[in-house]
Every structure is written in C-alpha cells, then in structure tokens.
C-alpha cells in the first residue's frame, strides 16, 4: 500500500521552480542559444503562482487576504511588465497599504459581531496611537483580547490568566508602524494567524506538549510594524 502523499503547490515550490528554471535560461543566454530577456519578462507570474500557493493553503480570512494581495501586486506586475498599464509602485504604495489596513480592521469588526458576547470580565483591550499601553489580565477564563495600535505599541502580559484545559481563547491584533508584545504562561498552544505586510511575527513560545492543552488563536495584521509572542 502506498504510503506517498499527493504533492501540495506551495509559495516555496512555486518560488524553487522559478529559480531553477532561471538558472537554466540564464546558462542557455551564456551559452548564445536563446536570449532570456523575452522570458524573463513573465517574472510576475512567480508571485502570482506563490499568491495562488498561500491563498489555497490558508486556514482562515486573514490568510486567504494575505494571497489575493500578492496576486494582486503579482497581476499589476505583469501588466506592467507587458506594457499594458504602466504601473508606478510608489504611486500605490499607501493605497496599497490603506486597503490592507481597512480591510483588517473590518474583517476584524464583522468576526466579533459573529461571535457570541463576552463577559467583560473574560476579555482585554488596548488601543495606542503615537504611544504605548502596558496591560495585566487574570483573567479566568480568559475568552478574548484586543490590541490596536498606530505608530505605537501595546504589551499584554497573560502569565496570570487562565484557559480551561481543551478550550480556546482568541486575540485580535492590528499594528500600522506599531507593534504588540504578548506574554502567555507555558503550557498553553499558541497558533499564530497574523497577516505581516511588510512587517515581522516572532513567536517565542514553548510549544505545547499535552494535545488537550489550552489554545490562543492570535489574528490579524502586522502592516509595516512587529509582533512578538513570549513567554
């Protein structure tokens, strides 16, 4: 009985066949058998097929926006690259980012109106804009937290909080040339979902050992600021 599993598309294999077949084109031209420029024209359509990659793969919103952006900055490429539009990236930079930024934040509004309510007493929130906010919870249960932040920066210790064994909590994170620094206790399993447009995620945490150990969902996006989970 075969043991192989079907062979998944993803952004590293679209992106290793590209430098392959570069590399050969590249030996052909230095060989006076073919002239590469035509070719290399099509170079968008990597980011195109890596967006593709990300989007098939992901598990949620924030990921499946994360590969229709790259498809998109892949698309305008091309066009560009075959004369059709011209497209000036600077020119689209903080549209770009502007989009990006709204639409993180409504998607993050219609997910909470989905959700049931929370006690108050279960959640968090902070909000800086050009500043910072430290804040403590102890909650038990922790359900929920909130952190925003616009060319500032939020820290959340979660050491004295509590998730039941086998349940999940969530965290919503949204940084615009910001970050959030989040602290939970050992022992609990940390999946990371967040977004990072030209930003940075760095997930410290000690894996979870036990499979029915508590569960925080961190999502959102990073836009041109950092994330780091410790503990």
């Known amino acids: ?26 030996t052909l031209d230095s060989l006076d058998l073919v002239e590469t420029s035509r070719f290399f024209r099509y170079w968008p359509a990597t980011l195109i097929g890596m967006g593709a990659g990300v989007f098939a793969q ?40 502007m989009i990006v930024a709204g639409g993180s934040l409504i998607m993050q ?17 902070s909000f800086a804009i050009m500043g910072g906010v430290k804040r403590t919870s102890n909650a038990n249960p922790f359900r929920h937290s909130d952190l925003s932040s616009i060319w ?17 909590a969530a965290i919503d994170v949204f940084a615009l040339m910001g970050g959030h620094k989040i602290r939970v206790p050992e022992g609990w399993a940390v999946d990371s979902r967040v977004f990072p447009f030209m930003g940075g995620v760095e997930d410290k945490t000690v894996p979870a050992a036990d499979a029915s150990a508590p569960r925080l969902v961190v999502r959102g996006a990073i836009i041109m600021g950092g994330l780091h989970l410790t503990n």
Not at 111 to 125: G, I
């Open 58 to 97: 992901a598990r949620d919103g924030h990921g499946r926006g994360k590969g229709a952006v790259i498809i998109l900055i892949g698309g305008l490429l091309m066009l560009d690259s075959l004369d059709i539009i011209e497209v000036r990236f600077w020119e689209l930079f903080w549209p770009v980012v």
């Open 152 to 168: 500032g920066a939020c820290d959340l210790d979660l050491r004295q909080a509590t998730i039941p064994p086998g349940e999940e």
């Open 109 to 125: 509004t219609l997910r909470r109106h989905r959700e049931a309510p929370l006690d108050p007493s279960e959640s968090v929130s």
């Open 1 to 26: 009985m075969s043991t192989e599993r079907p062979l998944v598309v993803t952004p590293k294999l679209v992106l290793g066949v590209f430098v392959l077949i570069a590399g050969i084109l590249l």
